[in-house]
Nanobody, 126 residues
Framework: QVQLVESGGASVQAGGSLSLACAAE????????IGWFRQAPEGEREGVLA????????DNADVVKGRFTISRDNAKNTIYLQMNSLKPEDTAVYYC???????????????????WGQGTQVTVSS
């Protein structure tokens, strides 16, 4: 079973930065595309960024807008989501999710990411 553990959620002021971490077991970290989704209060879950085993990216340009980046730390088996210039509309529960293969799927449709973490809350105040 693929276990994904998120951390780093916090309350920050608008304009601030935050780094979220998603830790995975080594085998799954090394073999699966892993990414981030978010779900705002009363909103639908939407994809943010994902990264393949080879470093390729899948991104939701409407969300990222040059403010978010994703990276892998092979020494720690951890995926990071760096979020800069945060806005109140970025407030959401952020979820780490893994695809079925090391290549990222062509879209963020939830059926493409069958493995999910428990989520971490990010709150951005104005």
């Amino acid at each position: 079973q693929v276990q994904l553990v998120e951390s780093g959620g916090a309350s920050v002021q608008a304009g601030g930065s935050l780094s979220l971490a998603c830790a995975a077991e080594p085998y799954y970290y090394q073999t699966l595309c892993i990414g981030w989704f978010r779900q705002a209060p009363e909103g639908e879950r939407e994809g943010v960024l994902a990264i393949s085993v080879g470093g390729g990216r899948l991104d939701n340009a409407d969300v990222v807008k040059g403010r978010f980046t994703i990276s892998r730390d092979n020494a720690k088996n951890t995926i990071y989501l760096q979020m800069n210039s945060l806005k109140p509309e970025d407030t959401a529960v952020y979820y780490c999710a893994a695809a079925r293969t090391g290549y990222c799927p062509p879209s963020f449709h939830p059926r493409n990411f069958p493995y999910w973490g428990q989520g971490t809350q990010v709150t951005v105040s104005s």
